[in-house]
């Protein structure tokens, strides 16, 4: 089923400035599944954040309904986001928000927005991997125009899926290793290879500190690439 | 400001098949207006019909975020869908089943997704001219599998905007004429040169018959150009 | 089926003042469509306006639940306006505001609540026929107590649905007509017979350049009568 | 302030048949508060009754936006119904069913919707009077057709509010009386004279059993006009 | 059935400052009816009230999902308060403000939240039970931090539901008996007797101002008992 | 500021049957913060299971208002559950779920609803080992009425939070703790040991991979002395 090896990566394209209008903007493909990343300037932050100096960094997350295998109902039309998309957005966010330096950022927020095109498993790590393009992208305007002087990003940050797919540790689960996998892992971590976070769950049986040493050990040999891809995408 | 002929479209590419997973799809780009359409074949049909021997074709529209100049709240995010939004997908949705034999579809259902990635203007004429070739797609699949038998579409459908800017009649408004226009008008017509459905609005002041009618003529040389390319994309 | 003339309106009567407490009110009847228009003035503006200078004019619709043949869920109910609620509402929105000189209101907003009490087809037109009348009244209301000094309405404005019935162009459609009418159309003109909105929907077969300049005709026909009653209503 | 007796009602008028399309209706006017009441037949029944050959009487209530002093925000356009509301529908159903044998209506819902086009106080309490107009026509339009044969309802309801207000107890409270009584109670009675529901309430200091019984004959006294009139308006 | 008499109360124990957090809060227990209540101060007063130097006191009422015999949906998933829910805050809320000097308070807000843990019968008369002793205990906090100086409570306020079962008139009905009664009526009176509230409902057939009277005694003799259950409980 | 050993857990106690009506239900304490769970018996399933023989189990988690130092809004005032709290049932029920049979189960449903009554810190991980209880007393009356014969639990289960905090590893977060750590995770696991869940932040810094070790180990041991109480509570 699966051509590749057990610990490649899909094929990854990362497309900076995709967009017309947002000041940084990344499309990101991981194999079928692609995301397409707006980062949003916007001159206000959050209630609790006034007066103290500091921004924000915060993220959203959607599907188009015929994203899917089977047409999903569209979240604007049922009235509400689920769980799974907050849970989601919410990851995003902390995710990014780790490499950040909230207070050179300055009172302002900066919303990065990942659009579902097309799915096949990975949604979530592919935002976060693509979201920190289209977030480089946007600081860079702000650089480049005065908006802000010191550093703002303080390193890389990629993610990743593994699981255990017929008794075997594999990197980056497509949709049909994900439906099959007993344990699922998505890892986050920075380009100095540092953990920023990192969601466990067995589907089936547990698993063991064995398993997960060497799913986080996948990981690691993943996200080193997909930040060299980052970094090549940005012309670094 | 504007570098084409008050008579001439923008540049229009249709490209059927871009989604993977739906039954019939087309990106469409009128200029920098962007839309990803999906055409989504479910067996069931909306309760009104149950039972009738008919089928029903639908839409549903959406904006990206930050499709736009500034960025907008997703309407998922804000629990409900925008009145403009309902508007449109009820145009969309009327303009197809126009030209859709509801009894020669079967007691089954075909959604059609739109989705603008980018907006210049005119994203409600362009879903509906790409939404015609995602559901030609979607039945042409559906006469492969053996699932109709009998002709579905009685007609090809497109449509365009018009304005007056300026004090003169142009086709096919972007988004900065649109803006400025004093009349807007959005035509629905048939390939073979039928009415479907009028809007015209006076922005400023009150337009005249005479003006109506000017549009009207952009309106029907434009359609004319966008069902050719229709029919180019679906190579009929 | 139809008693008068193809090119007659229903016995129409416009009752200003009819609600105690609005600024300004008007009971609309076109045959048996009964419609219960107040308009209200609010000392705020919308925020897109604020600092302007300029005021605004809005409208609401709603239908009570056993105004149809059927009783209807109540909006209220169901938590939500339909997608035809709030295209209506911003019709009836727009075509007042047409003959309106917001600056000359100040930075003042009226609202125009249209609520059908019984309808048999034409709710929309009559809505805004009437809604004339009440914000004509508001507006005196306004004058009088020395709120506004430069006139702020420009003209009349008035609305009336035409189709083709069994083939043959009729002048203000009842419910039993417009159900059964192949093309559909609204008309909202200005007393001084400025077009300020069309609406115009095949509901069967596509229609003609022809067809279409027929209903035009009745239109401005029936339009001319309305404006001629509001004057009179108003004591003009 | 007051004109009339501390113990009369204020001119009351009830108009059967108001509406057109509805099975029974009522325009009841008490003073200067108008609610249009319908009753519509329903062939459903709610689902915890389904199976048991009972039927249900179920009421709803809504204001139109200007029926008050100052514009009220739409129910259907804030999205829900608010406590009042809701607390006023559940009133006037409770108080409908007391009077009505829902086995002899048979497995079937009757729907009284009680929509105030002009508010001067007491519009629950004329909505329960008016509504027993309604339902009444309803009901005979079932028994001329046949849908029911044993008598449904077995007495006559109508309600009244009374209110101590500067320290006198006095019938039939409009708006200005409501604002300022110090104790105000609602009375629902049969035509018998038993008692439905009592709603008492401080809105200032607590009251006695002394003055609540004052309250209680007043009550008396003008609910027994207003059943004379309910008989009136029928034709009994 | 009842093992105890006619006119006896539940077992009833009233437990202040059973919640860590709040300013004030009581656990009050009504035979198996548990309900926590707690009362949290807030720096902040409602929009009506802003700049009156006036404070005001509200309620909010829930039931945990399976605090009933059967489980109900809980009410932050179906995304709405039930009427009923709507109903009994506002009804504890008024009770509660019979007997609170809103000056005194100054111009803050008190939230009482009475959560149901477990229901059989009387929660909203429990709730406001109860809730005077948690608002008493915060105003005692409130006292002790110099923040309010003047009595802000007036007298004591306490309620309980009675009911004709089987023909005869009892206090404190239980759920079994609450199903049953033909009448059910809760009473709100304070410390001095004053009768604050009054809801009395005829389940089955009406009932006459001679039973109404009867539930009124007793009423009054247990709420004189939870008064003095309520005094117990504060120390006073 | 932490009294006790940086591997010990605060005081644990695990009260089964503590609501009435359920079919299992626990009160769990740890430290200040108490969870009040109940496992409701349905016989319905979730469509997606019909027909499958199988059944399913669900959390519901919800927090009362003042269970926080300062009042939170009520989730069903709001009209919606949070992303948080969509995040934490989700994980709740995954977590039951990795130790059930859910074939042996049948096809019904059992809803695990946690509800927070006072909080300080690790309140979904209470929920799960409090959840487990109530759980398995649900099941302990199902085989006890013959509904399952065949061993429905595979397992215990059992949960922690763990955390560096001032740079020293410790077991068991209280809300304190929790607020100033840099890395945050919650650990699931079984009572033979293997992993369930796994959900790690960096809340500051990054964190290593030997940090994540000794974490892990902390919340190995933690989980083993909660097993036991348990089984002590279900008196295995």
Same mark, same amino acid.
């Given at each position: ?189 920075? +380009?100095? #290879?540092? !953990? *920023?976070?990192? $969601?466990?769950? =067995?589907? /089936? ?16 040999? +993943?996200? #080193?690439? !997909? *930040?060299?891809? $980052?970094?090549? =995408?940005? /012309?670094?």
């Amino acid at each position: 089923m699966r051509s590749r090896a057990s610990d490649s990566l899909r094929n990854v394209t990362l497309t900076p400035g995709f967009a017309k209008h947002a000041e940084g903007s990344c499309l990101v493909k991981c194999g079928d599944t692609h995301v397409l990343v707006t980062a949003s300037l916007e001159e206000t932050t959050p209630s609790f954040l006034r007066g103290s100096g500091k921004g924000w960094v915060t993220a959203e997350y959607g599907m188009l309904p015929r994203s899917t295998h089977d047409r999903m109902r569209r979240e604007a039309a049922s009235g509400k986001q689920s769980g799974r998309t907050q849970e989601i957005q919410r990851l995003i966010g902390r995710s990014l928000r780790a490499v950040v330096d909230l207070s050179a950022l300055g009172e302002r927020q900066i919303i990065v927005d990942c659009d579902v095109l097309q799915a096949d498993g990975g949604t979530r790590t592919a935002s976060i991997t693509g979201g920190y393009v289209a977030l480089a992208q946007c600081i860079g305007y702000m650089k480049k125009i005065g908006m802000v002087t010191k550093p703002v990003l303080k390193d890389h940050v990629a993610a990743v899926s593994c699981g255990i797919v017929g008794g075997t540790p594999v990197l980056d689960l497509d949709y049909a290793e994900d439906s099959t996998a007993g344990t699922d892992a998505n890892f986050v971590m920075t +380009g100095s #290879g540092g !953990l *920023v976070e990192i $969601q466990g769950t =067995a589907e /089936g049986a547990p698993f063991s500190d064995e398993e997960f040493t060497q799913l986080l050990g996948l990981a690691r040999k +993943g996200i #080193g690439e !997909l *930040v060299a891809l $980052q970094k090549e =995408a940005l /012309g670094e």
